[in-house]
């Protein structure tokens, strides 16, 4: 009765307060009601019992035995996303990231500002970079996405990669793999042969002659070399050797091993006593036939 009448005088004036204590006090027989009964209700079914115990229960209180769970004190925290940042390592292109608020700790290396979602990253060349800050280091093209080429640390773009490079002296197309340097020039390895027989000269003696043309060194001595007067070969050096010896007479050259007498063949030279040369109407003969002939001419 104490609780019904507690509960009954909530929301009234001052005036309404005083009559009903006034009626209470002449009042000779308790009222009929069953306490325990609506105490019962009021914990099955109550809302204003409910909410006073969820109001005491939010601001700190005890639930007053009623069973009513008690409001929880936060709110379970949200999970947080997960971020990462994609290297590319198989192919030369910068791929975007996003999906993330705030990148704290990814600073652009070109701004030094942070990578956010309304300014994305992406990574190269292991650096991190804006999409938007990431370019070509001559025509300042966005690369992200894009192939590019790594150019003593800096990116570059494909177009203006294949403009930096040196241009073969042979075709004139870039040259983008490896290259050879010869006679004033770059070349493609291909590209650099003997104007003669075609062969590639990588790794194979050279010479040029007098127009600067690159010859290998078998054609340059069939072309270039001077001749044998009595073989009409090359005089040229031994398998090997770099230096070919020659005999020069009456203005001709000859092998060594062809400098001989054209009647007995004697090998003839000037070093070895009574080898010498003793030519006659411009043809070569030891001291002994060049008497004979000379005795046959005096006879007829």
């Known amino acids: 009765e104490g609780i019904l009448r507690e509960m009954g005088i909530e929301g009234l004036t001052e005036r309404q307060k005083t009559a009903n204590e006034q009626k209470e006090m002449r009042r000779v027989q308790p009222l009929p009601i069953d306490a325990d009964s609506i105490l019962k209700a009021s914990r099955d079914g109550d809302e204003i019992s409910k909410l006073v115990d969820q109001m005491s229960a939010a601001m700190g209180g005890g639930s007053g035995g009623r069973g009513v769970p008690p409001l929880p004190s936060s709110a379970p925290p949200a999970a947080s996303p997960i971020r990462t940042l994609t290297n590319t390592t198989t192919t030369n292109t910068a791929t975007t990231r996003g999906n993330a608020q705030s990148l704290r700790g990814n600073i652009c290396v070109n701004c030094n500002q942070e990578i956010t979602n309304d300014k994305p990253g992406c990574t190269a060349l292991n650096q991190i970079f804006h999409v938007s800050c990431f370019v070509c280091s001559k025509c300042e093209d966005q690369l992200a996405g894009s192939s590019f080429y790594n150019v003593d640390g800096k990116p570059m773009c494909e177009k203006d990669y294949v403009d930096s490079l040196e241009r073969c002296a042979k075709c004139s197309q870039p040259i983008s793999d490896r290259l050879l340097r010869a006679v004033g020039g770059a070349f493609h390895v291909q590209c650099f042969t003997c104007v003669v027989c075609n062969i ?81 109407d411009s043809h070569l003969y030891c001291k002994t036939c060049n008497g004979n002939r000379l005795r046959v001419l005096a006879s007829s």
Do not use: W
Request: glycine letters at 8%.
């Open 200 to 280: 590639a000269l990588d790794g194979i003696p050279f010479t040029v002659d007098p127009e600067n043309r690159v010859h290998c060194v078998p054609c340059f001595h069939e072309a270039f070399a001077p001749r044998c007067a009595v073989c009409s070969k090359p005089i040229v050096p031994q398998d090997g050797g770099k230096e070919s010896v020659r005999v020069v007479a009456m203005e001709k050259s000859f092998h060594v091993e062809c400098y001989r007498c054209e009647d007995c063949g004697t090998q003839l030279s000037s070093k070895v006593e009574g080898q010498g040369c003793y030519p006659l």
